[in-house]
């Protein structure tokens, strides 16, 4: 038990390290709501990243890969395609365009992108990122404490309020460059962690090439793409829900706020790969984590759940137990730690930069200065931990049936489903409009609520509805009624002004290449 308390010591020590670093770099709003947009690309893409991922990868993906199988790798394929159109097609035109408005907050250059003359979309921005915004960082906190409840056997309470404590130490000490830089170190770990564990415990193996047969005799539909029963209705209803969880990256403000840090548009080019390199090896050693604990704990006739905690989302700490010796083990603890903080720290970040920047001092006091505004915004971080704390603790015993996947699956949709149609609408057509842009929020984020505790409930098309979960049909309703009301209530003029910027922006890039080229002697 040393070596894991010392191993968790090291890397907590990292990150006050990290966090006391980063405050001494912290001068004004800017510095602490993006870092001064001073981020290198390994930082930003491993920042974007880990943020998007989570405890969800560590202990729900594992755990997915263990009571499914096969059909899990449908989540990677998802993820793999988000990421990819996130950063090759949308990053280059959102880093141009959040410059060219000097944004500070992704509800910034909406605001910017509208000319909006009212407040009313920067409220319902930020009310509605905020809202879902508390959900999912509930939902780490209560991984936090199921994580150490699993490796260490403390209390779950105790657990979740000591991952409170040093996440919300080094935020509000660091702000976004605190957490960009753990989040490259937590990443780091997170890679290294996840990429490892599947292959060492492969090789350790007396008799590898057994596992697709037992696994087959374990159940048949493990070793199925499709899952049990084969190509049903019912199970490409799941294979869409687990594809359609990569939407959250074509917009998601938490990670598309690492964009308008990034230093400059060559660093997005060199990003992407990383990016997308990041997400393919994490995610498919994450699931087949999942798959070879199942083959390894379970036999024919026994529920994973039984064995393997509630959504088998013991299955990591259970192979990582059987795999490793306990100074590794203590590893393995600081990697399920990295993925929760870093997300949380982005989040909190965020989601305090955007009250205190978009709502009290764009729109209640304007007047206030850049050093009081960064110390109003570092206590609005440490309400919002608290308020997620107190969420979490509640929830824990509301529902103690709940599995950290579908948890952290709906805060992930609703952040998506309410953010990223209307960027997306925003960044490739003209077009759209603000009143469209209020719509598609205010329908993606009541669709998530509807989806999830009325269409599921229904009779004959709710079991259809809960495989597919709440992204789909919040994500397509959010963009469909973007699209009707801006041809409903067109705006001529909103249209003029965006395309002129479009075009400032081709002549920006095309004198820059023109000045960098090297001149011709004839």
Wanted: charged share 10%; with cysteine; aromatic share 12%.
């Amino acid at each position: 038990m040393f070596e894991k308390y010392a191993m968790i010591a090291m890397y907590f020590g990292v990150l006050v390290v990290l966090g006391w670093l980063a405050a001494r770099r912290i001068r004004n709003m800017s510095d602490f709501v993006v870092g001064g947009k001073r981020l290198g690309f390994w930082v930003a893409a491993f920042s974007a990243q880990a943020t998007g991922e989570s405890a969800w990868l560590l202990l729900g993906l594992t755990g997915m890969g263990a009571m499914v199988g096969f059909s899990a790798y449908w989540i990677v394929v998802g993820e793999v395609f988000g990421v990819t159109v996130a950063w090759f097609l949308m990053a280059p035109r959102f880093k141009r365009l959040t410059d060219r408005y000097e944004s500070m907050t992704v509800i910034d250059f909406l605001v910017s992108r509208f000319r909006s003359s009212t407040h009313t979309l920067r409220v319902i921005s930020a009310v509605s990122l905020c809202f879902f915004v508390l959900i999912y960082i509930s939902a780490q906190i209560d991984a936090t404490g199921s994580a150490f409840a699993s490796f260490l056997e403390w209390d779950y309470l105790v657990g979740a309020v000591v991952g409170f404590v040093v996440v919300a130490a080094y935020c509000v000490a660091g702000g976004f460059l605190a957490a960009a830089w753990t989040d490259m170190f937590q990443g780091s770990v997170m890679l290294l962690c996840l990429v490892m564990l599947p292959v060492v415990a492969f090789l350790s193996l007396s008799n590898s090439e057994a596992i697709y047969a037992g696994l087959q005799a374990i159940d048949p539909g493990l070793v199925s793409f499709w899952g049990a029963g084969g190509l049903t209705l019912m199970n490409v209803c799941l294979a869409l829900g687990m594809v359609a969880i990569g939407l959250g990256f074509l917009g998601s403000p938490q990670v598309f706020a690492r964009l308008i840090a990034i230093r400059s548009n060559d660093q997005i080019h060199r990003g992407k790969w990383v990016a997308v390199l990041f997400t393919i090896l994490v995610d498919f050693s994450a699931v087949c984590i999942g798959i070879l604990g199942r083959y390894l704990f379970t036999e024919a006739g026994v529920q994973p759940d039984a064995v393997l905690g509630n959504g088998a989302q013991n299955v990591l700490p259970e192979l990582v137990e059987y795999t490793f010796p306990p100074w590794i083990v203590g590893l393995y603890v600081a990697a399920v730690l990295a993925a929760i903080m870093s997300t949380v720290s982005s989040l909190l970040v965020m989601a305090a930069g955007s009250l205190t920047h978009d709502i009290y001092e764009r729109l209640l006091n304007p007047g206030i200065g850049d050093a009081a505004a960064a110390r109003l915004c570092r206590r609005v971080t440490l309400a919002m931990a608290a308020l997620a704390l107190s969420l979490a603790i509640t929830i824990s015993i509301l529902s103690p049936e709940r599995t950290i996947f579908w948890f952290v699956i709906f805060g992930w949709s609703g952040i998506a489903a309410t953010f990223c149609p209307m960027i997306i609408l925003s960044l490739f057509w003209s077009g759209f409009t603000e009143r469209a842009a209020i719509a598609s929020m205010v329908a993606g984020l009541s669709m998530t609520i509807i989806s999830k505790f009325v269409l599921q409930e229904l009779q004959v098309a709710g079991p259809y509805f809960t495989a597919l979960e709440t992204m789909p049909p919040s994500f397509l309703f959010a963009l469909v009624v973007g699209w009707a009301v801006s041809l409903a209530w067109p705006a001529d003029h909103l249209q003029t002004q965006y395309r002129a910027d479009l075009r400032g922006l081709a002549a920006q890039r095309s004198s820059s290449g023109m000045a960098s080229r090297p001149a011709t002697v004839k």
